[in-house]
């Protein structure tokens, strides 16, 4: 059975949440189905590889995007819970520069689909999380980009009081006035 796919305030960016099937011994569902995602979503996307990450409470990853050989992701946590924000990066778009920010947890095994064009980050709100995704296009380190995180002019209010626990890469990112976008 196909997912119950939402839009988001970026219409791009899409909830899907499956149809979980559980009971006393646990649960069971399908995380991903060519056929059905296709039929929820309209979209006809291939997939090419996966990623896995665990990551501390306070963790902040993004916001990566690849300028060139743009990658569309499909992103779920397996424990734990975060706060997972796209930006829009694309200059033609009436969109551009605005968020959207989710909860995505092992608990409401929801799914966000991020097309190409959009930055993604995400910030570890339990005490851990593994959060798994899927990539339309393979990682080029040397076409990888990072928004800085908290450039006034985005303004996403990530649930945090102090400054997150970031990579180099991340902390060193750009803010949206100079950083490279998609027409």
Not at 51 to 74: A, F, M, T
Not at 88 to 99: E, H, I, Q, Y
Not at 170 to 178: R, S, T
């Amino acid at each position: 059975m196909p997912h119950t796919v939402t839009k988001t305030c970026l219409p791009e960016i899409l909830i899907l949440e499956p149809n979980v099937f559980g009971d006393d011994r646990g649960f069971f569902f399908e995380s991903f189905n060519q056929r059905d995602f296709q039929q929820s979503t309209g979209l006809d996307v291939k997939f090419v590889q996966d990623n896995h990450s665990k990551s501390s409470q306070g963790v902040l990853r993004g916001l990566h995007y690849q300028i060139q050989q743009p990658q569309g992701k499909l992103v779920r946590v397996t424990q734990g819970a975060v706060f997972d924000v796209a930006v829009d990066l694309r200059r033609s778009s009436s969109n551009f520069g605005k968020w959207v920010g989710v909860e995505l947890s092992a608990d409401n095994k929801r799914q966000l689909w991020v097309p190409p064009g959009f930055a993604h980050g995400f910030m570890v709100t339990s005490e851990s999380a593994e959060f798994l995704y899927k990539t339309t296009d393979y990682w080029y380190p040397e076409h990888e980009r990072s928004l800085l995180w908290c450039d006034p002019t985005v303004g996403i209010r990530w649930p945090v009081e102090d400054v997150p626990k970031l990579a180099a890469k991340d902390a060193a990112g750009k803010v949206l006035a100079e950083a490279d976008t998609f027409a």
